[in-house]
C-alpha cells in the first residue's frame, strides 16, 4: 500500500521531511526513531494540523501509543505508531523502520475507511499524517469505552449475533479479514460492539491467498465463539465461516475453498 499524504498530495512524505530535519546535516541513511513522547506527539499532531489539542496518554500497545486529543473541543483518538518498544530497540533499529511506521498507520486509516463505507460499527477515521492517524473517540466524556473483554454483557446471544453481522459486512461487502479480531479489539459503547485496531488485516480479492483468509476467518471468529462460551452460548465455527464463504468468495479463488472443505471433511 502507498503511504500517499492526504493533508498535503504535494508532499512525498510528512515523515520523510522530519527525519530529513533530524538527521541534520549528518550523512547516512539512518535517523534513530525515538519512543514517541506527549510532548513530541503534542507538537507532531499539531503541525500535522491532526488535532488542536493533546489530553493524555490512553494507552501504550505493542506498536502504536494511543492519546485523547482533541479537535475544536471534541474529543478524538490520535494513534502514533512506532517501531519498537524501547526495549527491542537496538536491533530493530534501521533505515526502513520510518517506513514501516507510515504504512501500518496508513494501512489502519485505510482500513478503517473501506469499514466505515461499508457501514460497520468503527471508530471514523479523521485525517492520517506519517505515522499518525486520529479517529473518533469512543467513550463519553474523556471517559473511554470499555473492551469487551471487561464487560459483564445482558444479552450475550443479541451481541454475539451483532458482531458477527457486522463482520460478515466487512468480509462481504469491504472485502477485508480483520486479523486480529477477539474481545480484546472490541469496545462496548451505546448498546453494542465497536470494532477497532486493524492494520493487520487483509484484503479478500483475485490476489489473495485464500488459504490465508480462511485461516484468519476461522482465528478471528473462533476467538469471539470462545469469549461467548463463558456465557453459556455455543456456536460452531466451521458453519459461521461457511456463512461468510457462502456470501462472498472471489471468482477464481473456489479453488481453495473446495480444498478446505475436502481437508475438512477428512476424519
Ligand atoms: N477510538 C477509540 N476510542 C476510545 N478508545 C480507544 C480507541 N481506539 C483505541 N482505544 C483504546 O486503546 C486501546 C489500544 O488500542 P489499539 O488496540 O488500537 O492499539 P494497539 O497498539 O494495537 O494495542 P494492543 O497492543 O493492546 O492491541 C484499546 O484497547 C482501547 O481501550
Ligand atoms: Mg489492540
Excluded at 27 to 51: N, P
Aim: aromatic content about 12%.
Amino acid at each position: 500500500m502507498c503511504p500517499v499524504e492526504r493533508f498535503n498530495p504535494h508532499k512525498t512524505s510528512a515523515l520523510k521531511f522530519k527525519r530529513e530535519r533530524e538527521r541534520d546535516g549528518r550523512s547516512g541513511r539512518s535517523v534513530a526513531i525515538r519512543e514517541v513522547t506527549l510532548s513530541e506527539a503534542r507538537s507532531d499532531a499539531l503541525e500535522f494540523g491532526l488535532a488542536t489539542d493533546i489530553f493524555m496518554q490512553l494507552k501504550s500497545g505493542k506498536e502504536a501509543s494511543l492519546y485523547i486529543a482533541s479537535w475544536r473541543g471534541h474529543p478524538i483518538v490520535l494513534k502514533a505508531y512506532r517501531f519498537w518498544h524501547t526495549s527491542h530497540a537496538s536491533k530493530k533499529r534501521g533505515w526502513f523502520a520510518p517506513a514501516r511506521m507510515e504504512a501500518l498507520a496508513a494501512k489502519e486509516y485505510d482500513m478503517l475507511m473501506a469499514a466505515f463505507r461499508a457501514g460497520m460499527p468503527v471508530p471514523t477515521p479523521i485525517g492520517r499524517v506519517a505515522n499518525y492517524l486520529t479517529m473518533r473517540f469512543i467513550g463519553d466524556g474523556l471517559v473511554p469505552a470499555p473492551r469487551l473483554k471487561d464487560m459483564v454483557i445482558e444479552k450475550p446471544e443479541s451481541v454475539f449475533e451483532q458482531i458477527v453481522d457486522d463482520y460478515l459486512t466487512m468480509y462481504s461487502v469491504a472485502h477485508y479479514v480483520h486479523g486480529d479480531l477477539s474481545p480484546y479489539n472490541l469496545l462496548w459503547w451505546r448498546g453494542k460492539a465497536w470494532f477497532i485496531d486493524m492494520p493487520q488485516a487483509y484484503a479478500v480479492d483475485t490476489w489473495c491467498n485464500m488459504k490465508r483468509v480462511i485461516f484468519l476467518l476461522e482465528r478471528d471468529i473462533r476467538n469471539i465463539v470462545a469469549y461467548f462460551e463463558k456465557y453459556g452460548l455455543i456456536a460452531n465455527v466451521e458453519e459461521i465461516v461457511d456463512r461468510f464463504l457462502g456470501c462472498y468468495v472471489p471468482e477464481n479463488q473456489m479453488r481453495a475453498v473446495h480444498l478446505y472443505w475436502s481437508k475438512r471433511s477428512r476424519p
